[in-house]
């Protein structure tokens, strides 16, 4: 359900850019330009992430007549992370991504997993990604440009350092609406220091002894 509800809202944005900047003549419906192939759509998707202010102009006209709560969803995604990264792992919750500046964010797929997706290849894998927060959770926007390059031992040593540096230090970026993060717990209030009461009082065995 949240696969298609993301599927939904990024092609309906798409196709408003689409209408927009006129890249792909003859599409007339949002239907239509679902139909297309990625391949087809690659220049729109390009165009959006070109021009994020694209955005702001489908949230202000809602063309599609969405409920508050799913434009807002489209509205975040202008805080989008796009580049590329390498996928270095996948764990049962996430995939590790590993992007500029040794930043670590866990991505989930949308229909698929990643895993399955790189089914019989080997990470790391180098991608060009965009990463859009979703519900909480950073998924990617649908289409992943793959690097074929090999990666010696060296850049493994190195990403695997960057994750491990991360995970220790809990780093590991899991969503892109810290509003919507776990207020982090409040370290419990020291209990009162007794000491000074004790150290006041009479030492009652030493009293006890005959003088």
């Not at 229909?111 to 990463?131: H, I, Y």
């Not at 990666?151 to 190195?158: A, K, N, T």
Request: proline share 7%.
């Amino acid at each position: 359900a949240d696969a298609d509800l993301f599927y939904k809202l990024m092609w309906g944005l798409q196709f408003y850019v689409n209408q927009q900047r006129q890249i792909l003549p003859g599409i007339a419906s949002v239907e239509d330009y679902q139909a297309l192939s990625m391949a087809d759509m690659a220049p729109v998707r390009n165009a959006l992430w070109e021009n994020p202010g694209l955005i702001d102009a489908y949230f202000a006209e809602n063309p599609g007549g969405l409920p508050a709560e799913e434009l807002a969803i489209v509205l975040k995604w202008k805080r989008c992370v796009a580049g590329a990264f390498y996928i270095f792992r996948f764990l049962k919750k996430h995939t590790i991504f590993i992007g500029e500046n040794s930043q670590v964010y866990g991505v989930l797929g949308l229909n698929d997993s990643l895993e399955d997706m790189f089914w019989g290849r080997k990470p790391p894998t180098m991608v060009q990604a965009v990463l859009l927060p979703f519900k909480g959770k950073i998924v990617y926007d649908g289409m992943l440009s793959i690097y074929t390059v090999y990666f010696g031992s060296g850049i493994r040593s190195s990403l695997n350092e960057d994750y491990m540096t991360a995970k220790q230090n809990n780093r590991i970026i899991t969503t892109l609406e810290p509003e919507l993060a776990r207020p982090a717990r409040k370290p419990k209030k020291p209990g009162k220091d007794w000491r000074p009461v004790v150290d006041d009082l009479p030492d009652v065995e030493r009293a006890r002894q005959p003088r």
